[in-house]
């Protein structure tokens, strides 16, 4: 690609980054969640893997880093629904003030880890369907 | 035995018509907005239950835990079928 593409990508990116962030950790307090937040995220690796080659962008994060990523982050997620966020639900909202960025309970949790499903599953679609 | 299987079965698959029939006649009027239901409960209780003030995400994350953790079994195994039909064709380097 062009010189000004990749680096006007290259300042764009961990903007990118961070706006998905946001969406991910405010969940619990305004519009939003780990959909939108991974989908955001993943946008940003589309862009890095339309702008610069595949085979850079993989080299960089590779595909057996993100299957396990999106292991570890599904059995989280599991665990956490499954069990223990009915179990110490109500310990936990006591020990935060609602309204504030440490509140939701268990649904901060929930919303960064499935913020990373999401977001492997697209990287990974993508890379095998930008490969092929 | 054949015979007695098919009638059987008739009156099965009746019994259960009658059965939708009669639960659909007893569902509340579609669009009236009746305060005994369960989303009157969560608009109550959702902030000092969950602590989310966000409602949308207390029910997707916390009420109906259950349905998003299918939700996300889903996208794995989407994720998984994916790779595992397309990348087998091009023997890469990393798996």
Request: glycine share 8%.
């Amino acid at each position: 690609m062009d010189v000004i593409v990749k680096t006007i990508s290259r300042i764009l990116f961990p903007f990118i980054l961070l706006v998905g962030a946001f969406i991910a950790f405010h969940g619990h307090l305004t519009p939003g969640g780990a959909f939108p937040a991974g989908a955001v995220i993943a946008t940003g690796f589309a862009l890095l893997v339309l702008v610069f080659r595949e085979p850079d962008v993989e080299h960089k994060l590779t595909v057996s880093e993100l299957i396990d990523l999106k292991s570890v982050s599904g059995i989280f997620l599991m665990i956490l629904i499954l069990s223990v966020g009915s179990l110490f639900r109500k310990e936990l909202t006591e020990l935060q003030t609602p309204l504030k960025l440490w509140s939701g309970g268990f649904t901060l949790f929930s919303n960064v880890t499935g913020m990373f499903m999401v977001i492997t599953a697209i990287v990974l679609i993508l890379y095998s369907l930008v490969r092929e | 035995m054949k015979e007695k299987n098919r009638v059987f079965g008739k009156l099965v698959i009746i019994l259960l018509a009658c059965f939708m029939f009669w639960s659909v006649m007893h569902l509340p009027p579609f669009g009236v907005f009746s305060e005994k239901g369960v989303a009157m409960y969560y608009i109550q209780n959702g902030l000092e239950k969950t602590g989310s003030a966000n409602i949308v995400n207390s029910i997707v994350w916390d009420f109906r835990g259950y349905d998003t953790l299918g939700e996300e079994t889903v996208l794995f195994t989407a994720t998984i079928g994916v790779i595992l039909i397309i990348r087998r064709k091009l023997n890469g380097r990393n798996r």
